[in-house]
């Protein structure tokens, strides 16, 4: 009796170890329309040369990957390439253009692209400073653990980012 007892404790015991280290693949990320809001606050003095301040031109990657995003940032060519807006790699699935005028505040949606798992950013600036003139922030689903053998998936609603544009460069970390 004893035996049956100690072979069932150590079946649920085992059960329930196996189950905590299966954690079930993530799905990606769905589809939304108008998914991602951007709150864009831009300064009076917004991208001032020559003691006047101008205009801005942003622009808002969707990626699969982390890709060579970060790197083309640190070189003025790989700036100008990321400011055309076009797909300089396979990592791209979105990006959209926006203008921003100084002083400007306005709330902008844009789709988000099923399977996104990372958001960059990058802004041209007159006098590009290294590290205020793009982000790349990772954007994945979130999950929890409900008792020892189910996951909880959530899909993120609507993703906020908070984009605030100073006079020399992009402040803060978006979120």
């Known amino acids: 009796m004893h035996r049956l007892i100690l072979l069932i404790a150590i079946l649920t015991v085992n ?9 079930p693949s993530m799905p990606e990320v769905p589809f939304l329309k108008d998914g991602i809001g951007i709150n864009v606050k831009a ?25 060579t995003f970060r790197t083309m940032l640190e070189d003025p060519a790989g700036v100008a390439t990321l400011l055309e807006g076009g797909t300089f790699d396979k990592t791209v699935m979105a990006r959209n253009k926006l203008v921003v005028q100084p002083g400007e505040k306005k709330r902008v949606y ?25 982000r790349m922030i990772p954007f994945e689903r979130q999950s929890k653990l409900i008792y020892f ?18 006079r020399d460069g992009i402040v803060g970390n978006l979120l």
């Open 149 to 166: 053998w189910r996951w909880f998936q959530t899909d993120p609603s609507e993703t906020r980012l908070e984009l605030m544009l100073g």
């Open 43 to 67: 300064e009076k003095d917004l991208n001032t040369f020559n003691r006047e301040p101008h205009t801005l031109v942003v622009v808002v990657y969707q990626f699969s990957e982390q890709g």
């Open 110 to 134: 844009i789709d988000r692209i099923a399977g996104v798992r990372y958001l960059g950013v990058v802004a041209g600036y007159y006098v590009q400073q290294p590290g205020s003139i793009g």
């Open 15 to 23: 059960t329930l170890f196996a189950g905590c280290s299966m954690m």
